[in-house]
């Protein structure tokens, strides 16, 4: 084994000393706080601990991208939400700006110089759609963001492979730098704070697509919204074609518009099928004052969870709901769901009428090509078992994969203490501590999708990935590493922000 | 910000305390009606002071009512028009006699001008600037305690 690399000491050993990092022969670098992804999540926690007065050099970020935003940018670019579109969270979620203030819309109205979009916000969401900002403005307040903070000085390279406790307190992240970039395979991170955000674990496929997948070696004709398939859409232009959609969330709603609105340009004949696990035909809730709307196959939603999951009552009823009830309360107000946008409305609503889209209830049994190359898919739902033809299958159920998958959470949960939520994820306490992981005065936080089902719902958002970011700035000052944000040093921050000065 | 009753009501008291006060010391001398400016004032905070007070009833309500709404959440827009019932209200109770502190209601356009003012001022910071400094007051549903 080359020098430099993990021994079998150290992969058989929970917790690691300094001795056992040295004998190995793997270069260590001491850092107050790491923070594992390198994407919106470890963005915006890294914000908020600068403008908690932190230096860029007591922060470094591991990550595998180079900016931010890439990871962001490159699942809603397949996912059918090209720059100038509309992305789903509203005007005050704003990762590139702790307070929401000047929402996107107060920001978007000064620079284009219009009303317009203060209007709508006054009328939403009774008199109009939530107002949400163009994905590019969303990039591009990132990138001055990111300039004013010194992100890329805090930014090293590389794969982290797993995070130890350490004898003396805190913890060593183990890095796998590009190749090339280190005499050694593997150097060491020395922190008292460790930060992951390392985002989605992983895609995963209807089993009766990945079935057809590694049966047919076929990735061409069924594909996730969530890969590259912008052949689909190019097929379709040649040809007339039918495309099966599976999934009811706010991923089929882009594709559909997608699909329509090429329809609509190019004067297509694309047939579009649409099959729905749980058909929602009406309002549904578990009281009668607390119903969703729904109908035609969808729940409706302005985000993944209703608006007070993110500052007020829900927020502050889930806060004190452990084990059962807190899964129960997450099955009731999330679970799969769009929002009720006019545009996507009128869409459908034509595509009845005209008969190219139809909605159906069901479950898909197997998936087979006929002789002539369409699919073919047997689906059991309320209405018997039925065979459906199309050229293409997109599966927008956007399911994720397990937290084990993902070799650092995997790690954790066997050597590390990390422990499951209800939901199955990574359980945190209220201000984001990886249950179970402390290590002497160190502290281990999570943020994001892996800690879905925890006290606080909306962890996967902007909005709520700044929540996260916030509470572990406040506990980390209570254990002198920065500074509690007060009234004055929020109000002199943000007039440095307003003006584009360094923090 | 979304909130809840504890923060409706705190939110409600400081910002008609802070930006209340200054925009009423700022726009009584120029209300229309007469008599010594001093009193002119007195009444003029008083009415503030009944926003405040009568405030608090009226939040119970706004309260009971979101419970209608799925995602508990109060659109800005009811925020800013909730201010009418609640003048209106005043306005009566005001000419009845019944708000301690004041004998004989203002001139009307008075009120209504103050009333307008302030509740705008109110609402526009409750909106976005209220959250510079207190940075953790949108995400506890109002609360500043
Ligand atoms: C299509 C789509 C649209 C969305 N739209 C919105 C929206 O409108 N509003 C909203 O608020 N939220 C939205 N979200 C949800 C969420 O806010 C974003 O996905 C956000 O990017 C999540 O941030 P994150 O840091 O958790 O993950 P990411 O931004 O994905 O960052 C995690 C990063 O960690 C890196 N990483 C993982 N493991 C390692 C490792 N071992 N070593 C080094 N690096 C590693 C990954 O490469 C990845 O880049 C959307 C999500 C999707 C998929």
């Given at each position: 084994m080359d020098a430099g690399d993990l021994t079998p000491e150290l992969l058989g050993a929970a917790v690691w000393d300094d001795a056992m990092v040295a004998a190995a022969g793997i270069p260590v670098h001491d850092v107050p706080f790491v923070t594992v992804g390198g994407g919106m999540g470890s963005f915006v926690t890294a914000d908020y601990l600068r403008?908690?007065?932190?230096?860029?050099?007591?922060?470094?970020?591991?990550?595998?991208?180079?900016?931010?935003?890439?990871?962001?940018q490159y699942l809603t670019r397949v996912?059918?939400?090209?720059?100038?579109?509309?992305?789903?969270?509203?005007?005050?979620?704003?990762?590139?700006?702790?307070?929401?203030?000047?929402?996107?819309?107060?920001?978007?109205?000064?620079?284009?110089?219009?009303?317009?979009?203060?209007?709508?916000?006054?009328?939403?969401?009774?008199?109009?759609?939530?107002?949400?900002?163009?994905?590019?403005?969303?990039f591009a307040s990132l990138r001055r963001e990111s300039a004013r903070i010194g992100y890329d000085a805090m930014l090293v390279k590389g794969v982290v492979r797993m995070v130890r406790r350490r004898a003396a307190g805190g913890y060593f992240t183990v890095l796998t730098p590009p190749a090339g970039?280190?005499?050694?395979?593997?150097v060491v991170y020395r922190s008292r704070f460790v930060h992951l955000a390392v985002g989605y674990p992983g895609l995963r496929f209807l089993p009766d697509l990945q079935e057809f997948r590694t049966r047919h070696s076929d990735y061409e004709h069924v594909v996730n919204a969530y890969e590259p398939h912008e052949h689909v859409y190019e097929f379709l232009k040649t040809k007339p074609g039918t495309v099966l959609i599976r999934g009811g969330g706010i991923v089929s709603s882009r594709v559909l518009q997608r699909l329509i609105d090429d329809r609509e340009r190019l004067g297509l004949q694309t047939q579009i099928v649409h099959v729905f696990r749980t058909f929602v035909t009406g309002a549904h809730g578990p009281h009668w004052w607390a119903r969703r709307k729904g109908g035609d196959g969808f729940a409706y939603q302005g985000f993944n969870y209703p608006k007070s999951v993110w500052g007020g009552q829900l927020k502050a009823r889930m806060r004190r709901l452990e084990g059962q009830e807190r899964a129960k309360q997450y099955a009731e107000m999330g679970g799969t769901n769009t929002p009720k946008r006019r545009r996507w409305q009128k869409q459908l609503r034509q595509g009845r009428q005209?008969?190219?889209?139809?909605?159906?209830?069901?479950?898909?049994?197997?998936?087979?090509?006929?002789t002539d190359g369409t699919l073919v898919s047997l689906i059991n739902g309320d209405n018997g078992t039925v065979e459906v033809r199309a050229d293409y299958i997109i599966d927008c159920t956007g399911l994720e994969a397990d937290i084990a998958e993902h070799r650092v959470l995997a790690d954790l949960l066997e050597h590390g203490g990390a422990g499951r939520n209800p939901l199955g994820r990574l359980e945190v306490e209220r201000h984001f501590e990886v249950k179970g992981t402390a290590s002497g005065d160190g502290a281990l936080y999570a943020s994001g999708a892996t800690t879905l089902g925890g006290y606080f719902p909306g962890v996967d958002t902007f909005l709520?990935?700044?929540i996260a970011a916030q509470e572990i700035t406040d506990d980390l000052a209570r254990r002198g590493f920065g500074r509690r944000i007060g009234p004055i040093r929020s109000t002199t921050q943000w007039v440095r922000w307003a003006l584009g000065r360094p923090v | 910000m979304v909130p809840v009753l504890l923060g409706r009501i705190q939110t409600r008291i400081f910002l008609l305390a802070v930006v209340g006060s200054v925009i009423t010391a700022l726009i009584t001398p120029v209300l229309p009606g007469g008599g010594p400016l001093a009193d002119r004032y007195r009444t003029a905070f008083v009415v503030l002071g009944a926003v405040a007070v009568l405030g608090v009833a009226w939040e119970l309500l706004y309260h009971l009512l979101m419970q209608f709404r799925w995602e508990k959440d109060w659109p800005s827009l009811f925020g800013l028009l909730t201010g009418v019932p609640e003048a209106v209200v005043l306005w009566l109770l005001l000419r009845a006699g019944a708000v301690p502190g004041v004998e004989t209601a203002p001139p009307v356009a008075a009120f209504v001008l103050q009333f307008a003012a302030v509740w705008t001022a109110v609402w526009l910071a409750a909106n976005g600037p209220m959250r510079v400094p207190f940075l953790r007051w949108r995400f506890r549903g109002g609360r500043l305690t």
């Open positions: 403008i908690a007065g932190v230096p860029a050099s007591d922060i470094r970020v591991l990550s595998n991208i180079d900016h931010p935003w890439q990871t962001y996912s059918q939400i090209p720059e100038p579109e509309r992305i789903r969270s509203d005007s005050s979620s704003r990762p590139d700006n702790i307070w929401g203030f000047p929402s996107y819309a107060l920001s978007e109205a000064w620079r284009d110089r219009t009303l317009r979009p203060l209007v709508h916000i006054l009328g939403e969401p009774i008199f109009a759609d939530y107002w949400t900002p163009q994905a590019g403005t969303v970039s280190s005499a050694t395979k593997r005209g008969g190219w889209y139809r909605a159906m209830q069901g479950v898909a049994q197997k998936v087979w090509p006929d709520g990935l700044q | -």
